[in-house]
């Protein structure tokens, strides 16, 4: 049904099913990516000449939007980074460096886990971590447990997991914190491609967001910074354009968000982030989720009736991502052969090392998906694993 609004569908035979990596790019996004190099490429916030102008108000537009995308209180608690890597390693390294103890879920991504290595956190060493249940669930009980053993921590969270798909229940999770005085941060790198956030509602402290995962270009996402925290966090880096008066005895910083936007922005995939954005509220939430849901049922009913096949939790409580293996079968033999077969999709750690040896695995296939897929990839798919499967075992 979508599909016609991405070149991607149009110039590939390729059945994509690795959204969980990075997500395609409708025409609206590349279009604007075109038009800003072509017709109105200068730098932000620095000349007043007209192009320069337009490039900052496009830029400073998408601002506003994400912010009542995710609905946020003020322009101001939106900070454009790289994406989710850099906004955790922001606030990893200038604010939440100081708290005694970081607490994080068995479900973590690695840049939700190696930024807190890097300073010299290990577990139970300034570093703890939520057990989850067999089915892969967020364990609340442990968590109050080491809430409780650990006052005014910082918690640093995903909200679905990009490995398994899981869904933490994010405003439990942080009212319960709250309660405990801890700070909390929540991984929202595969959130807006599947479900409707809201910063009101789920009242973190910090959310990250990346662009390239939500139909955005690569390269470009931001980080809610909730109101309270701005004036205390100080900047990532320094440089141009976050400076109010300098001389060689001390400089002065602009308020937030340009404190926190060294240097020249990734100007053309800010600009592209808005236009995603407006994309997606276009096409609706209740649409992509009604969709999603659907396909992601079928997925699971399909890969089912498929022999020896292992999977690590039911898709109670999760969406986009489903991981499987098949016993006796190397995944990385899959991997190569569906990819012949024109199936693009993920196998391995998927940076999520930690849970993975829990479980006594060295990795999973895992197909994931976005609302621009349909009945006839999950077919096509099937077909191909079941070809695989053939050829390896014969």
């Known amino acids: 049904m979508f599909k016609k609004d991405f070149p991607y569908f149009q110039n590939s035979k390729t059945i994509y099913l690795d959204n969980g990596a990075t997500t395609q790019k409708p025409k609206v996004v590349i279009d604007s990516q075109i038009e800003y190099y072509e017709q109105y490429c200068s730098n932000t916030h620095r000349s007043n000449f007209g192009h320069a102008n337009k490039a900052t108000q496009e830029f400073e537009k998408t601002r506003v939007t994400l912010k009542e995308f995710i609905n946020a209180s003020k322009n101001e608690e939106i900070i454009f980074t790289k994406g989710v890597t850099e906004s ?50 967020f364990d609340l009980e442990h968590f109050e447990e080491l809430l409780k053993a650990n006052p005014n921590a910082f ?22 914190a709250h309660s405990y005085g801890a700070v909390v941060l929540i991984d929202g790198a595969q959130s807006l491609a599947h479900l409707k956030v809201d910063m009101q509602k789920y009242d973190c402290d910090f959310f990250a967001i990346s662009g390239h995962k939500t139909f955005a270009p690569t390269g470009v996402g931001a980080i809610y910074i909730k109101e309270k925290y701005l004036k205390d966090i100080k900047p990532y880096q320094t440089g141009g354009a976050t400076i109010h008066e300098v001389d060689f005895n001390s400089s002065t910083l602009l308020d937030s968000p340009y404190k926190f936007e060294a240097g020249t922005q990734n100007i053309a995939g800010v600009i592209g982030f808005g236009k995603a954005l407006e994309y997606l509220t276009h096409i609706k939430y209740e649409n992509i989720e009604s969709i999603e849901n659907h396909v992601y049922k079928y997925l699971d009913e399909e890969l089912a009736k498929i022999p020896n096949i292992i999977f690590y939790n039911d898709i109670s409580n999760s969406i986009g991502s489903r991981s499987f293996n098949f016993e006796g079968i190397v995944h990385d033999d899959i991997g190569i052969l569906v990819d012949k077969m024109n199936i693009a999709l993920r196998v391995g750690h998927h940076c999520a090392q930690p849970i993975m040896k829990k479980l006594g695995i060295k990795g999973t296939i895992r197909v994931s ?26």
């Open 369 to 394: 998906t976005a609302f621009y897929n349909d009945y006839v990839d999950v077919d096509k798919l099937i077909e191909a694993l079941k070809k695989a499967l053939r050829m390896l075992k014969d």
């Open 155 to 176: 918690v640093s969270v995903t909200h679905i997991s990009n490995a398994f798909g899981k869904i933490h229940d994010i405003e439990t999770i942080t009212k319960l």
């Open 88 to 137: 955790i390693n922001f606030i990893s390294s200038s604010f939440a460096k100081d708290f005694k103890t970081v607490i994080i879920s068995s479900l973590e991504h690695h840049s939700n886990i190696v930024p807190w290595h890097m300073q010299g956190r290990s577990l139970g060493n300034g570093l703890e971590v939520v057990k989850c249940n067999d089915n892969l669930d």
